[in-house]
């Protein structure tokens, strides 16, 4: 027979562990059921803010959806628009003097006023694919002082369809990692740590951890979890040694943005990202 205290005790970490189960439920419902996000159009005249979020549109990669499964049911390109851009809009505004527009947009590299835009962000780069006319607009546009930023894709299958595009964009240069003290990570906020950034699908999925589970369903891909557990910073650079495309491999700095103001969501990850995104920008807006 229990005592009044032992039943007390027993019905307190039956409600803690039932809380806690449905929490977790909670999170693996958005983890697992992404709504699809509602993803601005191309702005129909320039702005005269110095600085306009600009989105890349790209066709998926079908070889690379058949072989990791599609985990979002829509264009990758979409992932995390509708929530990552006002978010990271409102701390460009708040962090730095940069006149920065309110709106921003999705833009495609056959687009003739591409060039009126001087930054890129590119999410899933994993499933991306693009027609060589298209690399050759990119390579101009970067040649001639664009910038790029590659967010939010993991794991070394998805490296090596990054690797395939990216090369017919620069077959004559080479991918390279940044050093922690280049000048992109000190150009506005000095990045002290550099940790991994997750995405809410990794920290729900695969709880105590901060990298993304493989999704594979082919057997043709076959990947260990190191090629996943390990944040790398890479870049590409002009003939003077401007970084023109900078590259967050087993990050998702889109997420981060996203989820600021949720509570299950480390403030460390958010103040970080925002911090390197906010440097990325300044960085592609003066060289």
């Known amino acids: 027979m229990f005592s009044p205290g032992l ?42 803010q110095e600085f306009t979020f600009s989105r890349l549109i790209f066709a998926d990669n079908q070889e690379a959806i058949n072989n990791l499964g599609d985990r979002i049911g829509y264009p990758h390109w979409q992932a995390d628009c509708s929530e990552s851009e006002p978010h990271f809009i409102s701390a460009m505004k708040r962090l730095t003097r940069v006149e920065t527009n309110e709106q921003s947009q999705s833009i495609s590299l056959m687009d003739e006023r591409l060039f009126d835009f001087p930054f890129l962000y590119l999410v899933e780069a994993g499933f991306a694919s693009f027609s060589q006319l298209e690399a050759d607009n990119l390579r101009e546009y970067l040649l001639r002082g664009g910038f790029l930023l590659v967010d939010d ?46 995405g809410l699908r990794a920290l729900c999925l695969n709880p105590g951890e901060t990298w993304e589970l493989p999704i594979s369903k082919s057997m043709a891909v076959v990947e260990s979890n190191a090629s996943r557990q390990q944040a790398k910073w890479f870049g590409i650079l002009d003939d003077q040694d401007r970084v023109m495309v900078v590259v967050n491999w087993n990050m998702d700095l889109g997420d981060a943005w996203e989820h600021a103001d949720m509570e299950e969501y480390s403030a460390l990850y958010t103040a970080t990202a925002y911090r390197l995104g906010v440097n990325y920008v300044i960085y592609g807006m003066t060289h």
């Open 7 to 48: 039943k007390r005790a027993t019905l307190v970490v039956a409600s803690l562990l039932l809380s806690s189960t449905m929490v977790h439920a909670q999170q693996l419902a958005i983890c697992t059921t992404p709504q699809r996000p509602a993803c601005p159009a191309a702005l129909p005249d320039i702005s005269d």
């Open 153 to 198: 894709f993991h794991g070394s299958y998805q490296w090596s369809q990054f690797e395939n595009w990216m090369n017919q964009v620069f077959p004559d240069r080479p991918i390279v990692e940044l050093s922690n003290d280049h000048e992109i990570f000190n150009v506005h906020f000095p990045i002290d740590e550099f940790i991994q950034i997750p």
